[in-house]
């Protein structure tokens, strides 16, 4: 307090916070002193006008100029559905190389053979059914077999592909 | 800024997400904020654009720490003014010096700040605000802009510019009692 008025300290300390930590009795003083009401005034047409926009505006196409420096998500190559299915097939046909190589297989595909054996005791007269069928079919079968894989394979393709523009949405 | 808490707490978790179209509408609604930070500190008309968008791409790339515990508007705060005063260092701008004390002429310094447009819109005593705005150093137009445009208080400021809390409002105290000064004579005689 100088000379018994609020100091310009206080009056933008009682603007800026709504309160005075020095204490409740020069708020009290304010409302009597017309002095230091009118600097409390004229700081407060100061802060209003700080508060105004400076009046500086971004272009209207500034929002689509940001967007444009975001790069695309685009998956890592291993990470991309492909390249998971190629290493699956590749890791597979690696482990089953080691096992051939390395393992004694002779047990298990004497085992195999004979689980084959009375499968193909049990399945014969079915499949020589179906092979009349076929001949039947006069050998016809064939492009509806082939029908089926080229079918299967564009499914598979398909939700690969189907997969990648969900994951590029995003 | 008024901010409803559900409003701006969804928007920021779809640009958490990576949804662009959420962050299109994050623009839109902050470009404002943004363009009075870097309109204070950069007079390089040239430069803001450019400025503007480096800071949204790195809201983008650094929402996901957002927590949440401050404000959004304070959080854009303190990535603009951290851009702006890297950008200042960057072209060697004085940041603490006040430009009227170091012998510059406003010309010198903001000749293309304000626009024609802008210029025949404003009335004198807007436009004197602004030149003496601009006359002071770099540190105290961020201050004041942080404080009454981003409505940031003390402490946030501080956290934002690594400051203590008191070195904010004495900064804010002095800034304020130089623009008293220079725009009403009067109060340069009390002083």
Not at chain 1, 21 to 46: D, N, V, W, Y
Not at chain 2, 52 to 75: C, M, P, R, V
């Amino acid at each position: 307090m100088k000379n018994g008025h609020l100091t310009d300290e206080q009056l933008q300390e009682i603007l800026d916070t709504g309160i005075l930590h020095s204490g409740p009795i020069l708020p009290m003083h304010l409302g009597t002193c017309a002095s230091c009401q009118k600097r409390l005034e004229a700081f407060q047409q100061l802060y209003a006008a700080l508060a105004t926009d400076p009046g500086f505006a971004l272009a209207p196409t500034f929002a689509d100029s940001v967007l444009d420096r975001i790069p695309t998500f685009r998956p890592l190559f291993w990470q991309r559905p492909a390249a998971k299915i190629a290493l699956a097939i590749t890791a597979s046909a690696i482990t089953l190389a080691g096992l051939l190589i390395f393992v004694n297989m002779r047990p298990l595909a004497n085992g195999a053979l004979q689980v084959f054996e009375i499968f193909k005791t049990a399945f014969f007269p079915l499949a020589a059914q179906m092979k009349q069928l076929f001949l039947w079919m006069g050998g016809n079968a064939k492009p509806f077999l082939y029908g089926g894989f080229g079918l299967f394979s564009a499914f598979i393709v398909e939700r690969i592909l189907l997969r990648q523009n969900v994951r590029h949405s995003h | 800024m008024n901010e409803p808490v559900d409003e701006t707490g969804l928007l920021v978790g779809r640009v958490q997400a990576g949804d662009r179209q959420a962050f299109r509408v994050f623009i839109e609604k902050y470009k404002r904020l943004v363009a009075a930070i870097v309109f204070r500190m950069v007079y390089n008309a040239a430069d803001r654009e450019e400025l503007s968008q480096e800071i949204f791409l790195k809201i983008f790339e650094n929402i996901k720490d957002f927590q949440g515990s401050a404000k959004i508007s304070s959080w854009i705060g303190r990535i603009a003014s951290n851009t702006c005063i890297n950008h200042l260092r960057k072209k060697r701008l004085p940041l603490f010096a006040d430009v009227s004390a170091a012998g510059q002429t406003l010309e010198n310094v903001a000749g293309d700040s304000l626009t024609p447009e802008c210029l025949n819109e404003q009335d004198d005593s807007h436009r004197n605000l602004q030149r003496e705005i601009n006359r002071l150093p770099a540190h105290h137009r961020l201050i004041l802009t942080l404080f009454h445009f981003s409505e940031m208080n003390y402490d946030e400021i501080g956290k934002a510019l690594k400051l203590p809390a008191g070195t904010v409002k004495s900064h804010l105290f002095r800034a304020r009692q130089k623009l008293r000064e220079r725009l009403l004579p009067a109060a340069r005689e009390e002083a």
